[in-house]
């Protein structure tokens, strides 16, 4: 476990899966951000890139919804491609059943809201000459962020990964940070540029950072593109982003039991046990009959 460059005042910790995510929790918690070396395997990221290529090369760049900060937050040069567990064996078999990776939701989730799932997977592309994007906390898509009373305290209602698929550097828009800002009161100055640091990474190096942290993808000065897959997850008594109702159900009988809460096909509960997404009064994966792998 080490720290990050010293050239930054702000900085956060750089571990790997041998790293527990106990300890990973804590400091997450800490920091807001933690630096993950070998969270993929290079063989898994190459597979899955050339699963989504074909995917990434049909998709139009820019904004893809009419909202104000879509249009802030979207750039022209930008392609977020969702749609991953149709399109990648290898996001819904090997990336969602990433067990390090659940050992971390779980630490963040469990004990103050009982089960989570995806709210959205994409992957972030930047083509040479995007700008850079704002400085941003990804929990503003609830309102109820706003109304937490003590960020120092009170729970996190989302957790990022964001895994580089090609090298993230400072020159071709490496995501930046600005370590420990999930602990700012919400009254607190929104930071400025210079406060954000490059997160540099390696292809399979992942960054995990909660809802409440700024940060923004930086300027692409390079003539390269920058790629990296991203997953969110958040508590299951939220609404997430992307639906995979449509995901036709010979491609979700393949993968696991765990994978499919993830995406929304079995009834889940809250810390209390209280049910969720039920078919009735029962289970919908009892009601509908459906089949799954091992993990």
Same mark, same amino acid.
């Given at each position: 476990?080490?720290?990050?460059?010293?050239?930054?005042?702000?900085?956060?910790?750089?571990?790997?899966?041998?790293?527990?995510?106990?300890?990973?929790?804590?400091?997450?918690?800490?920091?807001?951000?933690?630096?993950?070396?070998?969270?993929?395997?290079?063989?898994?990221?190459?597979?899955?890139? @050339?699963?989504?290529?074909?995917?990434?090369?049909?998709?139009? @760049?820019?904004?893809? %919804?009419?909202?104000?900060?879509?249009?802030?937050?979207?750039?022209?040069?930008?392609?977020?491609? %969702?749609?991953?567990?149709?399109?990648?064996?290898?996001?819904?078999?090997?990336?969602?059943?990433?067990?390090?990776?659940?050992?971390?939701?779980?630490?963040?989730?469990?004990?103050?809201?009982?089960?989570?799932?995806?709210?959205?997977?994409?992957? *972030?592309?930047?083509? +040479?000459?995007?700008?850079?994007?704002?400085?941003?906390?990804?929990?503003?898509?609830?309102?109820?962020?706003?109304?937490?009373?003590? +960020?120092?305290?009170?729970?996190?209602?989302?957790?990022?990964?964001?895994?580089?698929?090609?090298?993230?550097?400072?020159?071709?828009?490496?995501?930046?940070?600005?370590?420990?800002?999930?602990?700012?009161?919400? %009254?607190?100055?929104?930071?400025?540029?210079?406060?954000?640091? +490059?997160?540099?990474?390696?292809?399979?190096?992942?960054?995990?950072?909660?809802?409440?942290?700024?940060?923004? %993808?930086?300027?692409?000065?390079?003539?390269?593109?920058?790629?990296?897959?991203?997953?969110?997850?958040?508590?299951? @008594?939220?609404?997430?982003?992307?639906?995979?109702?449509?995901?036709?159900?010979?491609?979700?009988?393949?993968?696991?039991? *765990?994978?499919?809460?993830?995406?929304?096909?079995?009834?889940?509960?809250?810390?209390?046990?209280?049910?969720?997404?039920?078919?009735?009064?029962?289970?919908?994966?009892?009601?509908?009959?459906?089949?799954?792998?091992?993990?």
């Amino acid at each position: 476990m080490t720290n990050s460059s010293d050239t930054h005042q702000c900085t956060w910790q750089t571990i790997d899966l041998t790293t527990s995510p106990d300890a990973a929790v804590r400091l997450l918690k800490q920091d807001g951000v933690i630096q993950v070396q070998g969270f993929l395997d290079r063989d898994v990221v190459c597979r899955f890139q @050339a699963e989504v290529e074909p995917s990434i090369d049909q998709f139009r @760049a820019g904004p893809k %919804a009419s909202s104000s900060i879509y249009q802030r937050l979207v750039g022209s040069k930008t392609k977020q491609v %969702a749609n991953l567990v149709s399109t990648s064996p290898t996001f819904r078999h090997k990336i969602l059943n990433h067990g390090w990776m659940h050992g971390v939701f779980e630490g963040m989730f469990r004990s103050e809201f009982g089960d989570y799932w995806m709210n959205r997977g994409s992957v *972030l592309h930047l083509e +040479p000459g995007e700008q850079a994007q704002g400085i941003h906390k990804d929990d503003r898509l609830y309102r109820v962020s706003k109304l937490r009373r003590h +960020p120092s305290t009170d729970p996190e209602l989302m957790v990022n990964v964001i895994v580089a698929l090609t090298e993230f550097r400072d020159d071709n828009g490496a995501t930046r940070v600005v370590p420990r800002s999930h602990l700012w009161d919400e %009254a607190a100055q929104h930071p400025e540029p210079d406060q954000a640091v +490059p997160m540099l990474l390696r292809p399979g190096e992942a960054m995990v950072f909660v809802g409440g942290l700024y940060h923004g %993808a930086g300027e692409n000065r390079s003539t390269e593109y920058r790629r990296g897959l991203f997953i969110s997850m958040h508590p299951a @008594a939220m609404t997430p982003m992307e639906s995979h109702h449509h995901v036709p159900r010979e491609i979700i009988e393949g993968m696991t039991p *765990l994978a499919q809460k993830m995406v929304g096909w079995r009834s889940l509960e809250t810390h209390h046990g209280i049910p969720l997404l039920r078919a009735g009064d029962e289970s919908m994966e009892d009601v509908i009959g459906l089949k799954s792998i091992d993990g």
